[in-house]
């Protein structure tokens, strides 16, 4: 039973570009949510998609977006980075329906902007 | 809005000891969910327990308890016959319970433990 994936591993960039990370949830999984993770921080939550629609998006810019597609994949999209935006980018995978369904989380992608 | 508070930055005990990780979190809610999660070195986030807030009854799974105490808005984390592999950050999540609203976690700042041997 394949857990959620995310890719890449890791990624460098620099200010300015713009950026694209994956993940395909967790098999039975229809929602997906992208976290922030600072070093050293909790994570912040991005947004979270189900039914391809956005459900709901904490406090980030609209350099910030996302997409989920019918597979219930899902990507996240940084543009123009900034320095501040190099962290730890988790997604995570639930069943939409179920409440309190517990978040089940990917091994990251750390981004770097230089 | 809700906020987590881990008051521990970091603790360190020796293996086979038991150790409590302490939570707190504010919140207008009567209805929500509470979780802990341990992140090891290779970053992935383990849901480690999972609580609701409306059973009384404290959640337990293995080695693994807490004690919710709702009126005080306190979630510990008890780990009995500690282990190496339990060495990781421990951070406490909060889930508003929304009908068919988003599942968005609250975190806390987490807590580093190292099992010393």
């Known amino acids: 039973d394949a857990g959620v994936t995310q890719s890449p591993t890791h990624l460098i960039k620099t200010r300015g570009q713009q950026v694209t990370l994956r993940c395909s949830p967790k098999?039975?999984?229809?929602?997906v949510s992208w976290y922030q993770q600072a070093l050293g921080q909790g994570p912040q939550f991005i947004f979270q998609?189900?039914?391809?629609?956005?459900?709901q998006r904490g406090n980030f810019p609209d350099r910030f977006s996302g997409h989920q597609f019918p597979n219930y994949s899902s990507e996240l999209n940084v543009n123009a980075l900034l320095l501040g935006d190099s962290a730890l980018y988790l997604c995570?995978?639930?069943?939409?329906?179920?409440?309190?369904?517990?978040?089940?989380f990917g091994n990251g992608t750390r981004l770097t902007v230089t | 809005a809700q906020t987590v508070t881990q008051s521990q930055p970091e603790m360190s005990v020796q293996e086979a000891e038991t150790v409590t990780l302490s939570c707190t979190y504010d919140t207008s809610e009567s209805n929500y969910y509470l979780f802990w999660y341990k992140q090891p070195p290779s970053r992935q986030m383990i849901l480690v327990i999972r609580?609701?807030?409306?059973?009384?009854q404290n959640a337990t799974e293995n080695r693994f308890s807490v004690n919710f105490q709702k009126a005080a808005k306190s979630f510990s984390l008890k780990i009995s016959d500690s282990q190496l592999g339990d060495t990781a950050m421990y951070f406490c999540a909060f889930m508003k319970h929304q009908i068919q609203g988003a599942q968005k976690l609250v975190f806390g700042q987490g807590t580093r433990l190292t099992i010393n041997p």
């Open positions: 998609y189900y039914e391809e629609e956005e459900r």
């Open positions: 098999s039975g999984h229809d929602t």
């Open positions: 995570a995978s639930s069943l939409g329906r179920l409440e309190g369904s517990p978040l089940h």
């Open positions: 609580q609701e807030a409306y059973k009384q």
